[in-house]
């Protein structure tokens, strides 16, 4: 062989070699994010009939096992993006539940709840525009015009969506609700932008905040994600109670999803760049079987919502749920009237050491409210807002009266209710009181694009089973926290508010993001991780081949 062979031979030997490591790099570069894994939880939900027309016992109590969540609380809390390839967690989040009887009561278990996906939003837009580009790249969101049946016709129904309450004042004001007036001279609210916002009314407010977001597009080709604002909750509110058959139930939700499934913006990803905002627990959007007295629609089972991530403000677990702060009373317009409404929270003398605002559950073995009462009312340091007969009942439902107790307490006791969750959480971080949770799955577990990661950081934890057992002395345990403890929380809260609250949806804010600047970005980067792991797959089997 002579030296010019040799040389050729070299030259393309190289050529293959840069090729293979060109290949290897970019298949490198896309294994990136993925799903974490989790420890399994068991919860169990007991749902009374839905034929019993009774609001009051239409509840879902939780029978939570005892767990090891309250010695280990802080390393369950995630967030450390790690990619595992192999984690299956959809047949995971499908094989959920198993469903026993229980006389007129249904009882489901959940196992493992999938885990939720936190998605390193940041890296994702470094990685996509590079300076000088369209500041919107990787940022548009395309809204559909959906069929006005499936949202504008629901507000004008507004008087039938609840079975006892008209919703129509709760969806004034672009979904705020009326508008605060406060009669008396104590101040508690700042001057502007305060609303008796309804728990249930995320997705009017998300839908009009989202005809204000800076990079909407009507060019769906350029989206990066594609919103539709369906009023799912406010749809299904109509039919939770009442003894309503399931093909009512469903009827909307399946013809929502036939139209989708029919539009050109679906084909490109199989509606997996799709989002929807549910402002209701995700429980109601989730009936396992066609049994009349299964609770709720099948909205997030239908195959093609499968496909589809939703927002919402409780989170069962499944990996397309991601859960957003239920809305609170202060909607705000600038960046200017959060700042001092943080420095007023900052400033503000607080005489109670604990406050409740809720209702007991006297039908419920399990639940631990009826405990937290009996010891709220015997301590001096605890003020309780009862939400229940013999109290002043209409002052559990007064803003103005449940922010000025709650400004006034150093601690927020946020016990489960009809579901692990509650809005009073969101209204106890807003006036800069500690919550004090007994259940990882309150805020731990849900909110991880909007609260702090380390729980330790801004709350209390107390595991429920030592309140059943009535081994814990609130006021004794609360108490104990120190000082400086006490001041590196409550300064954590007040850092947060403007992240869980909801500004007025036809405002922008200058430099703070609000709950809903942080779920836009965290549903952008999802999808992008999404569209990243079709690209992989595909990129996998060229390799292969
Ligand atoms: C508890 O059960 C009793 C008897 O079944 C019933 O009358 C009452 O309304 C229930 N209370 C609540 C709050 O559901
Ligand atoms: C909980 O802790 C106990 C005792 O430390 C241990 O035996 C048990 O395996 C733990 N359970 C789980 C689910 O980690
Ligand atoms: C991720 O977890 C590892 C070990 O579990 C830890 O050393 C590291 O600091 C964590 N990284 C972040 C960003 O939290
Ligand atoms: C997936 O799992 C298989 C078998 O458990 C293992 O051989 C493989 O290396 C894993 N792949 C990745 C990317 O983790
Ligand atoms: C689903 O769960 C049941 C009971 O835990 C188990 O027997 C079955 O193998 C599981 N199926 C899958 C697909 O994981
Ligand atoms: C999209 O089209 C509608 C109707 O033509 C128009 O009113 C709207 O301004 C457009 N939006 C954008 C972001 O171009
Ligand atoms: C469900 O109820 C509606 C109205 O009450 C009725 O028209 C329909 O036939 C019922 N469907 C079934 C399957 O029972
Ligand atoms: C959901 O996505 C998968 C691809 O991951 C696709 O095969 C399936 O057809 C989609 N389902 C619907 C209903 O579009
Ligand atoms: C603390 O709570 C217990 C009951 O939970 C009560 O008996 C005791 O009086 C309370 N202490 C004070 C100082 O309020
Ligand atoms: C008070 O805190 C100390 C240490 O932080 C702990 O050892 C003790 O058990 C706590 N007491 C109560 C009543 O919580």
Not at 82 to 88: E, L
Not at 271 to 283: C, L, P
Not at 452 to 471: A, T
């Amino acid at each position: 062989m002579d030296i010019s062979m040799l040389r050729k031979q070299l030259v393309r030997f190289r050529f293959v070699l840069l090729i293979t490591l060109f290949i290897f790099s970019v298949f490198l570069l896309c294994l990136d994010y993925s799903f974490l894994t989790t420890n399994t939880t068991r919860i169990t939900y007991l749902v009374p009939a839905v034929r019993n027309n009774n609001p009051k016992q239409v509840e879902i109590e939780i029978d939570n096992t005892p767990s090891n969540f309250s010695t280990n609380f802080n390393e369950i809390i995630c967030c450390n993006t790690t990619y595992n390839q192999n984690s299956s967690v959809t047949d995971e989040a499908k094989n959920v539940s198993t469903i026993h009887d229980e006389g007129n009561r249904r009882k489901y278990i959940i196992n493992s709840p999938p885990p939720l996906i936190q998605v390193n939003v940041d890296k994702v837009f470094t990685k996509l525009a590079p300076k000088k580009l369209d500041p919107c790249l990787g940022q548009y969101i395309y809204v559909y015009d959906l069929p006005a049946r499936f949202n504008k016709d629901l507000l004008k129904g507004c008087d039938t969506l609840m079975k006892w309450e008209n919703m129509c004042p709760h969806l004034s004001n672009l979904g705020l609700g009326t508008k605060i007036v406060e009669k008396s001279n104590k101040k508690v609210l700042s001057k502007k932008n305060w609303y008796a916002t309804n728990q249930f009314s995320l997705e009017l407010i998300f839908h009009n905040t989202m005809k204000n977001y800076k990079c909407l597009t009507n060019d769906s080709s350029l989206a990066s994600a594609i919103y539709v604002p369906y009023y799912a909750g406010l749809d299904v509110g109509k039919y939770l109670w009442g003894g309503f058959n399931i093909s009512i139930r469903d009827e909307s939700p399946k013809e929502l999803m036939k139209w989708l499934s029919q539009q050109p913006q679906w084909r490109k990803m199989s509606g997996k760049d799709h989002f929807m905002v549910g402002g209701r627990i995700s429980y109601d959007f989730r009936r396992r079987s066609d049994d009349i007295e299964d609770w709720g629609t099948k909205l997030m089972f239908l195959p093609e919502a499968s496909n589809m991530s939703i927002l919402l403000i409780e989170s069962s677990g499944y990996e397309n749920e991601f859960p957003i702060p239920y809305p609170t009373y202060f909607h705000p317009k600038k960046d200017d009237e959060i700042i001092k409404w943080q420095r007023k929270m900052r400033n503000k003398k607080r005489d109670y050491l604990f406050s409740f605002a809720g209702a007991p559950r006297p039908n419920s073995t399990s639940s631990i409210r009826n405990e937290l009462i009996k010891q709220c009312e015997s301590s001096k340091s605890c003020k309780l807002v009862g939400c229940y007969f013999g109290q002043n009942k209409k002052h559990c439902g007064d803003p103005v009266h449940v922010m000025d107790i709650f400004q006034n307490s150093v601690f927020c006791l946020q016990p489960p209710g009809d579901s692990f969750t509650r809005r009073s959480i969101f209204d106890s971080i807003l006036a800069g009181c500690i919550p004090v949770f007994f259940h990882p799955q309150s805020a731990y577990k849900q909110y991880l694009w909007h609260l702090p990661k380390k729980g330790s950081s801004y709350s209390v934890f107390i595991p429920e089973i030592d309140v059943k057992r009535k081994k814990v002395m609130i006021n004794k345990t609360l108490l104990n926290v120190s000082k400086s403890e006490v001041l590196a929380m409550r300064e954590e809260i007040i850092r947060i508010i403007p992240r869980i609250l909801y500004r007025y949806p036809n405002s922008r804010l200058e430099t703070l993001e609000d709950a809903f600047d942080v779920a836009v970005k965290g549903i952008l980067g999802r999808i992008e991780a999404m569209r990243r792991k079709i690209t992989n797959s595909y990129h996998a089997k060229v390799v292969a081949v």
